[in-house]
């Protein structure tokens, strides 16, 4: 009896150490196989961050048409209103008996709507965009990879009005002059970095939601 129950500790204390070294090997390997993944994840990471350049300071927008008169008078009629789609040659405005034309397609973004005021040449009476001509426009400064970015480059962007939806795009100029012109010293050890403007180009018909003014983050790929 006593062999007997001597056999049969040491066989449960075999088996507690067995199963302890199972215990113990498979935490080793999950502990291994977590580190090796988060490996590959700083890998991949790293080498998606470095091979692309983030300008999250974005907006989209076009430039701006203004429309106004030749020569000051009383506004007498306004035929347009915000939001209209208007083809070239149409008549916006009449002063003074004459009439203010859009000289391109283009969509109205405001309108000075008060018959019997005077406006001139400075008086903007309509301001219209051109759809086609939209653009995300970035800012970046000048030392976060500014000179990376070269036209024809591949970028993808969201706008924030939809999430994370992605859309497509390339680079259409790298401004060759920062956006602030004037010279500013300061007494802080920290120099001041300079912004300058990324226009991207997209089809305007394919992301027909994208609107005038939205802001925007983009990826711009090397």
């Known amino acids: 009896m006593k062999v007997e129950r001597k056999l049969e500790?040491?066989?449960?204390?075999?088996?507690?150490?067995?199963?302890?070294?199972?215990?113990?090997?498979?935490?080793?390997?999950?502990?291994?196989?977590?580190?090796?993944?988060?490996?590959?994840?700083?890998?991949i990471f790293l080498s998606i961050s470095q091979s692309r350049v983030y300008i999250e300071k974005s907006e989209i927008g076009a430039p701006v048409i203004v429309l106004s008169p030749q020569s000051p008078g009383v506004l007498e009629n306004v035929f347009v209103?915000?939001?209209?789609?208007?083809?070239?040659?149409?008549?916006v405005a009449q002063v003074n008996g004459n009439s203010i034309k859009s000289e391109v397609n283009g969509l109205v973004i405001s309108v000075q709507n008060t018959p019997g005021q005077v406006?001139?040449?400075?008086?903007?009476?309509?301001?219209?965009?051109?759809?086609?001509?939209?653009?995300?426009?970035?800012?970046?400064?000048?030392?976060?990879g500014l000179d990376l970015i070269k036209k024809g480059q591949r970028v993808v962007f969201t706008a924030d009005a939809f999430g994370s939806k992605q859309y497509e795009g390339i680079v259409d100029s790298v401004s060759p002059t920062s956006r602030t012109s004037d010279i500013v010293f300061s007494i802080s050890d920290k120099r001041q970095e300079n912004e300058f403007d990324v226009k991207v180009k997209f089809d305007v018909n394919s992301y027909p939601e994208l609107k005038n003014g939205m802001s925007a983050k983009m990826w711009v790929y090397k």
């Open 119 to 144: 406006v001139n040449a400075q008086t903007p009476v309509v301001r219209m965009i051109n759809p086609e001509e939209l653009r995300v426009i970035g800012h970046i400064e000048e030392n976060k």
């Open 9 to 43: 500790k040491e066989i449960v204390k075999d088996e507690k150490g067995i199963a302890k070294y199972i215990k113990n090997h498979t935490v080793r390997i999950v502990t291994l196989s977590v580190l090796f993944v988060l490996i590959v994840g700083v890998i």
């Open 81 to 91: 209103k915000e939001g209209d789609i208007i083809p070239s040659g149409t008549t």
